[in-house]
Structure formats: structure tokens, C-alpha cells
């Protein structure tokens, strides 16, 4: 199975119940056998618990956080005050999500949670998903994600990309747009020339300049939405557009280089 077609699987995920489900069997893997989730609805943000008894040290529980969110501090600082004020005594919060959270961002958060709450934190997420999912000895992938096959056997057919006769036919045909791109060998460049091509017109449409990180981050949350907001992607795109001279940074702002901007507009004066 490729990692493309378990990326987009994670991706697709929307139901708070199935991310739980699959949460728990890859948890368990991972060494919490006494994992149990816990019923929905008055839980104060236990998603699952696991109690272990030790004589020296009595009962000791893990409280487990699953969330379809990325790197979400303030969540994880309400649940932990609320889990103390309703008197909950826990040693360890696990967060889950089948969002991507940088090394970087992992680290920062562990920190944050140590020195505010004085207890560790365990980050579990897009990574460590799509191991245990491509390892397909173990039937995750199968069991949660059954319909798969049909979807790329609708991709292979000879079938109208959009037909009367296909079942959720716009969720087959996005799907078929989403395989056919990233299989292509050379998608992971053709996904950042496009992604750099976005953020430069973002920047050149701008009526300030230079502009800073913060006020480039505003601009794109505005022009396309926090739904694909990723921070780290945006700051690692800005520093390879400035190590290919694309744009020049003048002490913490930045603006397009002038021959860049050049090309751009001979370019629209063609079009």
C-alpha cells in the first residue's frame, strides 16, 4: 500500500468516533494494553484512560486526548485544568491526533505542559500513524479503512470521472484527482513549486512591503483559510524562496526580489 494512499486516507477523516477507534487498536500496539475509551459525553476530555496499580506507588492513570486538530495547546490546557478541578488525579496526558506536528513544535509543547502543570506530555501523531497503517501484516488499514480498495478500483476503471450511476460520485472524483497527483514521482516537488508559486502571488498581491512573518501568516489565514493553515510549511517555504533569491529579507520582513517581480509581470503582460 502506498503512503500517499494512507496520507489521504488519515487526511479524510472527520468522524470524531472512528479517529477514536483507530486511536485505541494503534495505542494498544503501542504498548498501553490497558487502553479502555471512555463513553462519549461526560468524560472531561478523557477520549480513553489507562489505570495501572503499583504497590509502592498505589494507582497511577494516563489520560489519553484524541483530537483531529494539529498543534492545539490551548486544548490540551483546558483539559488538564479541568481534569483538576473536578479532581481527577492523573500522571501523564497523551495527545493524539492524525495531524502532522513538527519535532520542533512537539518539544515546544512538551515544555510548555512540564513547566505549567509539572507533568509529561506524550505526543502521538500523523507519523507514528501512517507506520503502524503501512505495515499491513497487522490489518489496521483493512479494518479501518475498508473501502479503500473499491475507491482506487474506481480510480483504475474506464468510468466517467463523474457519473449518475456512481455512489458519492464528487468524493470518488476528488479522490481520483488526489491519487493521480500524488503518485506521480515528481509530486512532492510539483506540490512545493505550487505551494511556493501561492505564497509569491500572496506576497506580490499585497499592498504592504516588506512584510513580516506574522503579517505573511495573517495574509494567507485570510486569503485561504486556517483549514489548510500550516505554520511550519508556510516559514519553511518562506526561507527556500529566500535561499533561491526569490525574495529578500531586510532585517525581520521580507519582500520580493525585484528580477522576480519582473518576470511576474511579464508574464501577466502576456497572458
Known amino acids: 500500500m502506498g503512503l500517499d494512499i494512507i496520507e489521504i486516507a488519515l487526511d479524510k477523516i472527520t468522524d470524531d468516533q472512528e479517529f477514536e477507534k483507530l486511536a485505541t487498536e ?4 503501542e504498548g498501553y494494553y490497558d487502553i479502555k475509551p471512555m463513553p462519549g459525553g461526560n468524560d472531561f476530555g478523557q477520549d480513553a484512560i489507562e489505570d495501572k496499580f503499583y504497590e ?12 483531529l486538530q494539529g498543534y492545539s495547546k490551548g486544548k490540551i490546557e483546558k483539559t488538564i485544568a479541568r481534569l483538576r478541578e473536578v ?12 495531524k502532522m506536528i513538527s519535532g ?11 513547566k505549567d502543570f509539572g507533568i509529561p ?41 463523474i457519473s449518475e450511476e456512481a455512489n458519492k460520485s ?14 506521480n514521482k515528481n509530486a512532492k516537488n510539483a506540490r512545493k513549486d505550487i505551494f511556493d508559486n501561492l505564497l509569491l502571488s500572496l506576497i506580490y498581491d499585497s499592498k504592504k512591503s516588506p512584510l513580516t512573518i506574522d503579517e505573511i501568516l495573517n495574509i494567507y489565514k485570510a486569503n485561504i483559510g486556517n483549514t489548510s493553515f500550516n505554520e511550519d510549511q508556510i516559514k519553511a517555504t518562506i526561507q527556500r524562496l529566500k535561499n533561491e533569491k526569490q525574495i529578500e529579507q531586510d532585517g525581520t520582513s521580507f519582500f520580493i526580489n525585484k528580477s522576480c517581480c519582473q518576470k511576474t509581470r511579464s508574464v501577466n503582460n502576456s497572458s
Open 170 to 183: 464528487l468524493e470518488i472524483s476528488l479522490l481520483k484527482v488526489s491519487i493521480a497527483f500524488t503518485f
Open 121 to 161: 506530555l506524550t505526543i502521538f501523531e500523523k507519523e507514528t500513524f501512517i507506520s503502524r497503517l503501512s505495515d499491513l501484516s497487522n490489518g489496521l488499514f483493512a479494518r479501518h479503512f475498508p473501502q479503500i480498495e473499491s475507491q482506487i478500483a474506481a480510480l483504475k476503471s474506464n468510468k466517467p470521472r
Open 26 to 29: 494503534v495505542l494498544y500496539n
Open 56 to 67: 509502592s506507588e498505589g494507582s497511577i492513570r494516563t489520560v489519553f486526548q484524541y483530537s
Open 104 to 114: 520542533e513544535n512537539q518539544e515546544k509543547l512538551k515544555k510548555i505542559v512540564r
Open 87 to 98: 479532581g481527577i488525579d492523573f500522571s501523564e496526558l497523551v495527545y493524539v491526533t492524525n
